[in-house]
């Protein structure tokens, strides 16, 4: 059983597309997360969800759109693709009060 | 943002040797974390240190955490093939999150 799942695993399209990455969580966590990580492997936050509610929106383009639907449940959308969103996007899931973070495999994004 | 810089950034080195990967900030975190990320895969937590001057060791793998809580360290002993990733420190960001340093890639040949 995959604790932390993301679909799909990897993503090609062209430049203007809309896309979303899928991630579900197992672990009953309350907190879940998206980072990015480009080329030079430099993983960064892009956002933060605690039951459900925003609670970090680093410097992201409002292009990108973090949806909830449930505490187990943080999808991206991403509107009007361009090249340099081309990177791989994990999603990360923890327990509040212990800050593990338990990482997705990845989304590896290619944009045309 | 509290900034980590990590340092080397490239190791490559023979099995059974022993490497040390260091983990700077001017900042204080209240704990730091080691990561390790394979390719394809996602960063998986290898320890947390929480007290300055704080020691823990993973089998071959030692953890330390600065007097002053600004920096860190990782020692390997002996490395061997398996070791090979991407080691990644974090400390504490604001909403839960992680500032990440940017990473000592490590490859260990036979």
């Known amino acids: 059983d995959t604790a932390v799942s993301q679909t799909p695993k990897y993503l090609v399209t062209q430049m203007g597309n809309d896309k979303s990455i899928k991630c579900e969580q197992n672990l009953g966590h309350d907190t879940m997360y998206w980072y990015k990580q480009d080329s030079k492997k430099f993983l960064k936050i892009m956002f933060s969800y605690n039951n459900k509610e925003l609670i970090i929106n680093e410097t992201v383009p409002n292009r990108f759109s973090p949806k909830s639907p449930d505490k187990a449940h943080l999808n991206l959308h991403i509107n009007s693709l361009e090249l340099g969103d081309s990177a791989v996007y994990f999603c990360?899931?923890?327990?509040?009060?212990?800050?593990?973070?338990?990482f997705g495999a990845g989304t590896r994004l290619s944009v045309l | 943002t509290q900034l980590l810089e990590q340092s080397p950034q490239f190791l490559s080195i023979q099995e059974g040797e022993n490497l040390t990967v260091y983990c700077n900030s001017s900042s204080v975190f209240s704990s730091l974390q080691w990561y390790r990320q394979e390719p394809g895969e996602g960063p998986v937590l290898l320890v947390t240190v929480v007290t300055g001057g704080e020691v823990k060791k993973l089998k071959r793998l030692t953890f330390q955490f600065g007097d002053a809580r600004k920096d860190s360290s990782l020692h390997i002993t002996a490395a061997q093939p398996g070791d090979t990733g991407l080691y990644l420190c974090a400390g504490e960001a604001s909403g839960y999150a992680l500032n990440f340093g940017k990473g000592t890639s490590l490859l260990v040949t036979p």
């Open positions: 990360a899931s923890s327990r509040r009060a212990e800050n593990i973070q338990y």
